[in-house]
């Protein structure tokens, strides 16, 4: 397949932001400030979900009386007053990629679990939102990774078939998803590790961005 033929979509927290940890960090630092326990392993259950999913994860692990406006709100005002200062951390080898596959005109998209308008100004921020031809965020769908849906919607608009697609992916509910949207799934673990399930579902596993731009240069 000549690389012409085919089209990248990427996630973005964890995959091209150093975000995850970050989120964690914040979650922790919240949730002992209110005597909140088994924070990461909630945490973990989350990642590459979408605001809702996160909420129903949450309220089944602690209850419906758990205050997770609060606590979300808590977490964002943290998240940001750090970002703020330092900058969002971006991935490294994100940066490379990006510019390689765009300067080899190979169509790009982000389907991301995070709501459009976050999104949006995160990647403006980092002054990575003019490499994508499409960017989706998770509040323009109702089901969250690992549904396929968000990214059949991104192929569609696209304009582009699913299965001449690789996605970019780090969490395995991204994994899931962009396999059972029929994509070719690339892996970067960030958090959680690459088990045998995510290798069987992904055409390829790198420790880094950089091995993801070898492995299409070499295409």
């Given at each position: 397949?000549?690389?012409?033929?085919?089209?990248?979509i990427?996630?973005?927290?964890?995959t091209?932001?150093?975000?995850?940890?970050?989120?964690?960090?914040?979650w922790?630092?919240?949730?002992?400030?209110?005597?909140?326990?088994?924070?990461?392993?909630?945490?973990?259950?989350?990642?590459?979900?979408?605001?809702?999913?996160?909420?129903?994860?949450v309220?089944?692990?602690?209850?419906?009386?758990?205050?997770?406006?609060?606590?979300?709100?808590d977490?964002s005002?943290?998240?940001?007053?750090?970002?703020?200062?330092?900058?969002?951390?971006?991935?490294?080898?994100?940066?490379?990629?990006?510019?390689y596959l765009?300067?080899n005109?190979?169509p790009l998209g982000?389907a991301?679990?995070?709501?459009?308008?976050?999104?949006?100004?995160?990647?403006q921020?980092?002054?990575l939102?003019?490499?994508?031809q499409?960017?989706?965020?998770?509040?323009?769908l109702?089901?969250?990774?690992?549904?396929?849906?968000?990214?059949?919607?991104?192929?569609?608009?696209?304009?582009?078939?699913?299965?001449?697609t690789?996605?970019?992916?780090d969490?395995?509910?991204?994994?899931?998803?962009a396999?059972?949207?029929?994509?070719?799934?690339?892996?970067?673990p960030?958090?959680?590790p690459?088990?045998?399930?995510?290798r069987?579902?992904?055409?390829?596993?790198?420790e880094?961005?950089?091995g993801v731009?070898?492995?299409?240069?070499?295409?």
């Amino acid at each position: 397949m000549r690389q012409s033929d085919i089209a990248v979509i990427f996630d973005m927290d964890g995959t091209i932001f150093d975000t995850e940890r970050l989120v964690l960090d914040c979650w922790e630092r919240v949730g002992e400030k209110h005597g909140i326990t088994d924070i990461r392993e909630v945490f973990m259950r989350c990642i590459g979900t979408n605001k809702v999913r996160t909420e129903e994860i949450v309220y089944g692990h602690y209850g419906r009386d758990f205050p997770y406006g609060k606590f979300s709100e808590d977490s964002s005002v943290l998240f940001h007053e750090i970002t703020e200062k330092a900058g969002i951390p971006v991935k490294p080898g994100a940066a490379e990629l990006l510019e390689y596959l765009f300067g080899n005109k190979i169509p790009l998209g982000l389907a991301s679990s995070t709501r459009l308008a976050t999104v949006t100004q995160e990647l403006q921020a980092a002054g990575l939102y003019d490499y994508f031809q499409v960017v989706v965020g998770g509040d323009l769908l109702k089901k969250s990774k690992p549904a396929p849906d968000i990214y059949l919607m991104t192929c569609e608009r696209m304009g582009v078939l699913p299965k001449n697609t690789y996605a970019v992916e780090d969490s395995y509910n991204g994994i899931r998803s962009a396999h059972s949207a029929g994509l070719h799934p690339v892996m970067v673990p960030d958090l959680t590790p690459a088990t045998e399930e995510m290798r069987s579902l992904s055409v390829a596993v790198f420790e880094d961005l950089f091995g993801v731009k070898d492995y299409f240069a070499k295409m």
